[in-house]
T-cell receptor, first 115, second 113 residues
């Protein structure tokens, strides 16, 4: 079946531009996660949604980062006034429900380069 | 908060050899430890996981061991094949009511034919 999809796969932005990254989770998955993966590093947690509710946003680096999931399915991560340090791969993952030990299925990521 | 350390950062083996990757974690409340394989240009894919009430788990050529006392867990791959070449990440889940994964820094495994 269809896995997690993300778009665009690549994004080049000039410093100061706003960007929006989209995540389509696996159909029916309640939980949705965003991670940031810097070059040569492991993914780092950004934020978590249970359906449309954003229950944890403790990993968002600054108030320039904003995520939403208005209808409990598709999610968008928005970065305002992008900076060079925002360059990274942004990964989205979904899981069936919020219980611990539930497998997270990752999308291919969006590679963001800020010039 | 939780901190996960992973070693080695790179590992080169000959086809057919075994490979071992080790991780340590800091938060004794962590109770779920997955391992992910990431190929170039792709997202991480779960290959095996273990929970804190189990000491060892095996799935064909892959096994994971957990030592809760020492806060260590390890990935063992036997009879390695060139297609095992990838970056492997360990992770630990903080007990926050949902699966908030903290990842290690990754191990690049190269299996030479």
């Amino acid at each position: 079946g269809a896995g997690v999809s993300q778009s665009p796969r690549y994004k080049v932005a000039k410093r100061g531009q706003d960007v929006a990254l989209r995540c389509d989770p696996i159909s029916g998955h309640v939980s949705l996660f965003w991670y940031q993966q810097a070059l040569g590093q492991g993914p780092e947690f950004l934020t978590y949604f249970q359906n449309e509710a954003q229950l944890d946003k403790s990993g968002l680096p600054s108030d320039r980062f904003f995520a939403e999931r208005p209808e409990g399915s598709v999610s968008t991560l928005k970065i305002q006034r992008t900076q060079q340090e925002d360059s990274a791969v942004y990964l989205c993952a979904s899981s069936l429900d919020r219980q611990e030990s539930e497998t997270q299925y990752f999308g291919p990521g969006t590679r963001l380069l800020v010039l | 908060g939780e901190n996960v350390e992973q070693h080695p950062s790179t590992l080169s083996v000959q086809e057919g050899d075994s490979a071992v990757i080790k991780c340590t974690y800091s938060d004794s409340a962590s109770n779920y430890f997955p391992w992910y394989k990431q190929e170039l240009g792709k997202g991480p894919q779960l290959i095996i996981d273990i929970r804190s009430n189990v000491g060892e788990k095996k799935d064909q050529r892959i096994a994971v061991t957990l030592n809760k006392t020492a806060k260590h867990f390890s990935l063992h791959i036997t009879e390695t094949q060139p297609e095992d070449s990838a970056v492997y990440f360990c992770a630990a889940s903080m007990n926050t009511g949902f699966q908030k994964l903290v990842f290690g820094t990754g191990t690049r495994l190269l299996v030479s034919p």
